[in-house]
């Protein structure tokens, strides 16, 4: 037992330069990200960020044109299906006229 202790003892308290801070808010993570990423890193990163960028502001007219698209052809085939079904509400709805045999009329 007292080796245990003896050497806990012996052990030397970490100095100020071996101690690491503790991580900082949620905010303000990226900031100390990129504080410890080196040059070479950084030059990296903000070459991904800006591909990025570029890659959204490329993508989004792309997929509005893509979303008027499909909302137009929603529309024509609304106005097609309408149409049909128009028809044959007509067609259903129209007075039937037939002669029948005296037959049936007895």
Excluded: C, K, N, Y
């Amino acid at each position: 037992m007292r080796d245990i202790f003896a050497r806990s003892a012996a052990t030397p308290v970490a100095g100020p330069q071996e101690r690491r801070a503790p991580l900082p808010s949620l905010l303000l993570l990226p900031l100390r990200l990129w504080g410890a990423l080196g040059r070479r890193g950084r030059i990296v990163t903000a070459a991904l960020l800006a591909t990025a960028a570029a890659g959204v502001a490329v993508a989004v007219p792309l997929l509005d044109d893509v979303r008027e698209r499909i909302a137009g052809d929603d529309r024509r085939q609304a106005a097609v299906s309408l149409a049909e079904r128009r028809r044959q509400l007509a067609a259903d709805q129209r007075p039937r006229t037939a002669v029948l045999p005296a037959a049936v009329l007895r």
